[in-house]
Every structure is written in structure tokens, then in C-alpha cells.
């Protein structure tokens, strides 16, 4: 739509990357949005958006209306068009992606991400207009239990479109490059996730959740049957131990599956629900557990795993392909709930074993997962698309 319509037009900037020396205008969207107020995309979305910006580049994130205030114009520099959506369990993602390519087709951005292979078959509509577009197709998300057929098979055709359509296709995760290399033939891009690396104990920031400092064992993830928090509280009340289990997460529409997990949980005093908790509440949550148990089972690489390593956290991680990949000998693996039991019991005795692993996380961060060295091999891919242009 042209800026008659009541969109604005971004072409009248003119800024200089000081690492490329060549300005260019970028767009990201198939995300909630920015400030991130949900999960890793969003957090994704801002890190590299923000990140770029301060690289002299032009940076439009599209948000949702009901995640972002339709009056939020711009958030560190970044650009923010926030456009309505369908909040809907199956609708919410699609709708909101179409009206956002319709919005970008007029922008004439020099290169798009894509956040998330569902919003794959929206493409051609930019490329047939000669906007080289990007896709992060994220994990294997047909796999997720909380898919009925045919949302599996909307995946399923949103990995194909990937292929069809992207001008480059990226995976996060050298499983999931292996997966579209053997299943479709295609040599994607592969860029991680990333984290900062720090560790600061502050017992004020957490305890208005009833947690104090490296006195919890700390679980975040979405609460969807696949990230397997039944396992964890299971395996967490098998135990003696006087630390608490503070699970981070919530999830829009599950309800059934969150009321189980609290009947799960019974009277057990140690274990904390704290719903979703994001920013400086979610970093002090981090930073200030005792031990971090990652239970994931589907998807590439997951962004609260290596924020708990780079806050420096001993990890304890559900042994799956694209978990080990991500931790390598930076973690301990276990692969049941008894497993995990034993090794919560062990390390509730012994702290020493517990630093040695915290350093193993934030050097492996450090060496592999900095945010720094992860924008700049997506600044480069966007250069490399700008060129197509």
C-alpha cells in the first residue's frame, strides 16, 4: 500500500555501516514483535535488530497489536510497524504475516527475514516484486504434539515453500541443516542463536518470586507437552532436596495441560509457577539459579538453553541431537526422569562439581553463541541479498 494509505515510507534515511561501509534497509517480521514479551524470535528479533541499527543500517521489526501498543513508533533506533492480527491459536501467526509482507511489498526493503516456515507461502509476494527474502524456518514445528493434522501438514508444506521460495533459507541448528539438506537437497545458511555472558547474584531482583539466590533449580520453556515439564516435576519431587523448582512459562492455549501440570505438582511447597517473566525479571531469574534443567524435544536451537549458559548456569540437558549440539561436553545429558532425578540429587550435594560446569557453559557461549559475532554473519547475509537486488 503506498504511504498515502497511512503507512510511512523509510527510503529518505541515508546512514553508512561502519563494518560493511554500505547502508542497507532491512526488515524483519513473522514475529510478536519488540520489546520481546514472548520467546526466543522476539528476543531474536531485538537483539539483532537493535544490534544492526547500531551498525548504521535502517531496521523495520513488524509487531502485533496485541503485544505491542499500536502507538509505539520506534524502540532503540529500531522501527516499528505495528500492524493487527487474529488472536487466534491457528490464525494469530498467518493473518498477522500476510498484512505485514502486503506492508512491506511497498517499502522496497533491501532484504527481509522471515521469522518461522509457516509464513513461507507469503514469499513470492515479495520476491515477484523484487525484495530478496531470507527465512529462519526455526525448528521442526509440525513435530509439536499441540498440532492437530492439519496444522501438521500446513508445516509441513510451510518447509516446502521455504524451498520454493526463499532466496536463502537459514537453520539454527546443524541438525536442522542436515534435515533440509537430506530431506530437500538444500545447502541453508547456518547461523545460531545467541546469548550475553554475564552472572550477577542479587537477591531483591528475584524475590518477588519467592526464590533466593543458587536456592532453585531453574526450568523456562513454553508449558506445551513437548518441552516435557511433567518429566521435570516428577523427577524434581523424587527428590529430598530443600531447593525449590521455579518453572518459568506459560502458554496461551493450553490450559488442560497447565492445570495438569499443577496437579502434578500437589502440595509440594518447592515448586514455583511463575507464568511468563521477561526482562530484567527473567535475567535475574537466570543468573541467580542454581542449576538450569533444559527438557526440550523438539525444535533446533533453543534460546533460553543458551541464555542459561551464558548466564552461568550448570545445565542439565534432555539428551536430543539438537540439545547436545548446542551444549557439547558444557552440560550434563540425561535421557529419563530417573536420570534426571540422580543427577539433581548429586549436584544439590555438590557445588563444586556445579561451578566446574558453569564455566564450561559461559566459555562455550563465549567461543560459539555471542550476539556480536551472530549479527555479523547476518549482517553479511544481508549484504549478499542486497547485492541480488
Request: proline letters at 4%; glycine letters at 6%.
Amino acid at each position: 500500500m503506498p504511504s498515502g494509505f497511512g503507512f510511512p515510507n523509510f527510503r529518505d534515511t541515508i546512514l553508512f555501516s561502519p563494518s560493511l561501509g554500505h547502508f542497507m534497509r532491512i526488515a524483519i517480521l513473522g514475529t510478536r514483535g519488540i520489546p520481546a514479551n514472548y520467546g526466543g524470535f522476539e528476543t531474536f528479533a531485538e537483539q539483532l535488530a537493535t544490534r544492526l541499527v547500531s551498525r548504521g543500517h535502517q531496521v523495520t521489526v513488524y509487531c502485533r497489536s496485541h503485544h505491542v501498543p499500536k502507538e509505539m513508533k520506534e524502540y532503540r533506533g529500531v522501527r516499528l510497524v505495528v500492524l493487527p492480527t487474529l488472536k487466534h491459536k491457528y490464525l494469530d501467526t498467518v493473518v498477522h504475516s500476510y498484512l505485514s509482507v502486503m506492508h512491506a511489498i511497498f517499502q522496497r526493503f533491501d532484504a527481509v527475514l522471515i521469522c518461522n516456515a509457516a509464513n513461507a507461502i507469503f514469499i513470492p509476494k515479495l520476491t515477484w516484486t523484487g525484495t530478496p527474502v531470507a527465512i529462519n524456518v526455526d525448528g521442526l514445528e509440525r513435530k509439536r504434539k499441540k498440532w492437530n493434522k492439519l496444522g501438521q501438514m500446513y508445516y509441513a508444506l510451510g518447509e516446502r515453500a521455504s524451498v520454493w521460495f526463499a532466496t536463502e533459507v537459514v537453520t539454527d541448528a546443524k541438525a536442522i541443516y542436515d534435515y533440509y539438506l537430506a530431506e530437500y537437497g538444500v545447502d541453508s545458511t547456518m547461523i545460531a542463536y545467541g546469548a550475553d555472558v554475564e552472572r550477577k547474584l542479587d537477591a531483591e531482583a528475584i524475590k518477588e518470586f519467592g526464590a533466593q539466590p543458587e536456592d532453585y533449580f531453574l526450568y523456562v520453556s513454553r508449558l506445551e507437552p513437548e518441552n516435557n515439564a511433567a518429566m521435570v516435576i516428577e523427577a524434581f519431587r523424587r527428590t529430598e532436596t530443600k531447593r525449590k523448582l521455579v518453572i518459568v512459562g506459560d502458554a496461551p492455549y493450553a490450559e488442560d495441560y497447565k492445570k495438569h501440570l499443577r496437579e502434578l505438582a500437589g502440595d509440594d511447597p518447592r515448586i514455583i509457577f511463575t507464568g511468563f517473566v521477561f526482562g530484567s525479571g527473567y535475567k535475574s531469574l537466570q543468573q541467580n539459579a542454581y542449576v538450569y534443567i533444559h527438557a526440550t524435544e523438539v525444535g533446533g536451537t533453543h534460546p533460553a538453553l543458551i541464555e542459561a549458559m551464558g548466564y552461568g548456569n550448570c545445565v542439565l540437558a534432555y539428551s536430543t541431537v539438537e540439545n547436545i549440539e548446542v551444549v557439547g561436553d558444557a552440560a550434563l545429558p540425561y535421557e529419563t526422569a530417573e536420570e534426571l532425578s540422580r543427577l539433581i540429587g548429586e549436584l544439590d550435594a555438590d557445588s563444586s562439581r556445579v561451578a566446574e560446569y558453569r564455566a564450561k557453559a559461559q566459555q562455550r557461549v563465549e567461543a560459539e553463541y555471542s550476539w556480536d559475532s551472530i549479527t555479523d554473519r547476518y549482517e553479511a547475509l544481508f549484504e549478499k541479498l542486497a547485492a541480488r537486488k
